[in-house]
């Protein structure tokens, strides 16, 4: 092997050298995804988008119906759903590749890679009455906070059994919230942890805990 080929190059004591997997990507230049919602499924999954109802647009021909779009990572249209449904608060992907979105009227819809829907359910008659202010995702269920800062979880999509976690006794709406899933907590469920003007909160299904940290508000966090 003539490892002074230009195509190898060296880290340490060993050689490496890269491919292109794809000759050219298929994306399309109406994905803007600057003016989108973006949800990427792990593992070079597909990756969905939809038009960012809180952004503003300039004004063009294009129509402004959101649209859900499902691309493969390597650009390839999968699935074209116009959305007719509530506004989308946040989507994300299930660890059946399932898009899940919820909704502000305290709906969840999945759909699967292709665009089929496969399950709609709601989060109780709180989040019915209240809506959904905010929510996260991961891959085996979902936390979302609703209209009157109570926090709402699903932990299995399959069967999906919305329950209504302690109250966090929020004043206002959190700056950020994160979630731990329940296979890396120490209470073997789902952790939220929620960021608010004079601490940090941490909510399980024992109950709320205000976290002894000096730093903050924190306007973003990631676990």
């Not at 939809?50 to 129509?63: F, N, Q, W, Y």
């Not at 496969?118 to 269920?141: C, P, V, Y």
């Not at 003007?197 to 966090?221: H, K, N």
Request: glycine share 8%; aromatic share 8%; proline share 5%.
């Amino acid at each position: 092997m003539d490892f002074g080929a230009s195509s190898w190059n060296r880290l340490q004591d060993r050689y490496y050298r890269k491919f292109d997997v794809y000759e050219s990507l298929s994306w399309s230049p109406a994905v803007n995804v600057g003016q989108c919602k973006v949800a990427g499924a792990p593992h070079a999954g597909p990756i969905a988008t939809i038009r960012d109802t809180g952004k503003i647009l300039r004004v063009s021909s294009e129509p402004l119906e959101a649209v859900l779009k499902i691309h493969s990572c390597s650009g390839n249209l999968l699935a074209e759903i116009s959305w007719q449904d509530d506004r989308l608060v946040e989507m994300g992907w299930s660890d059946a590749q399932n898009l899940v979105c919820i909704l502000s009227n305290g709906q969840v819809v999945v759909f699967s890679t292709l665009g089929e829907e496969l399950q709609r359910f709601t989060l109780g008659e709180e989040a019915k009455e209240f809506g959904i202010d905010s929510a996260l995702i991961w891959g085996g269920g979902l936390v979302a906070l609703t209209g009157n800062l109570q926090l709402v979880a699903v932990t299995n999509f399959s069967t999906p059994k919305p329950r209504k976690l302690p109250d966090p006794e929020l004043g206002v709406s959190p700056y950020c919230m994160a979630i731990l899933e329940p296979s890396y907590s120490h209470s073997r469920d789902v952790e939220v942890l929620l960021s608010t003007p004079s601490s940090l909160i941490a909510v399980d299904i024992m109950g709320r805990q205000e976290l002894d940290i000096a730093q903050g508000p924190f306007t973003r966090m990631t676990v």
